[in-house]
């Protein structure tokens, strides 16, 4: 089915380990996000692609950096996992038209231990 | 920046009945576009509706309505003959006239459905 693909699903690393989200779209959506998910907090922007070879920094890019690699993919990279950075992570993409809002990935869900 | 808040961490409902969800949202832009997600446990988020800024027709998805009143900045999502399946986060979220229209999310509120 056409959407947004995540991997893992589940991740536990220890403290100062790196990892690398994997996120692919079939969409051929230019924007592409990743936003992490904690309670109380609403879903906050890491980082964002407006188009194939562009990034910008969210509201939250500390401890992050991003590659999109060609128009379907787009990774967030933790190099040195932190506590804090125990989350729900999401990928989404959008099309350039507005009306239709953004189509999510399933989510990551992340533990630092 | 824009912000957008929804004051109740937490609504409950009979089934059958019907509930509002709020949101509120600050901006000085005159051109926008909001949205209502739902985020049931299987943490998928679903689009339930959206609002065009510039139309002063509420839009409304079957049992799903909204009351976007533009002066005030408000934007309370209504559903009628609430449904078991109608229980999850529900998130409002604010998207900017152009660019990569980034979008800002309220807290969300957990709705509960008594049976």
């Known amino acids: 089915n056409a959407g947004v693909t995540q991997t893992p699903k589940f991740q536990v690393l220890k403290t100062g380990q790196s990892m690398t989200l994997q996120c692919a779209q079939d969409m051929n959506h230019n924007s592409m996000y990743w936003y992490r998910q904690d309670p109380g907090m609403g879903l906050r922007l890491i980082y964002y692609s407006a188009s194939e070879g562009t990034t910008d920094k969210g509201e939250v890019p500390n401890g992050y950096n991003v590659s999109r690699l060609n128009k379907r993919e787009f990774s967030l990279r933790l190099e040195s996992a932190a506590p804090s950075q125990t989350s729900v992570y999401f990928c989404a993409s959008r099309r350039d038209s507005p009306n239709y809002g953004y189509t999510f990935g399933s989510g990551t869900r992340l533990t630092v231990v | ?115």
């Open chain 2, 1 to 115: 920046a824009q912000t957008v808040t929804q004051s109740q961490p937490e609504m409950s409902v009979q089934e059958a009945e019907t509930v509002t969800l709020s949101c509120t949202y600050d901006t000085s832009e005159s051109d926008y576009y909001l949205f209502w997600y739902k985020q049931p446990p299987s943490r998928q988020m679903i689009l339930v509706i959206r609002q065009e800024a510039y139309k002063q027709q509420n839009a409304t998805e079957n049992r799903f309505s909204v009351n976007f009143q533009k002066a005030a900045k408000s934007f309370s999502l209504k559903i009628s003959d609430s449904q078991l399946g109608d229980a999850a986060m529900y998130f409002c979220a604010y998207g900017g006239p152009q660019g990569a229209q980034k979008l800002v999310f309220g807290q969300g509120t957990r709705l509960t459905i008594n049976p």
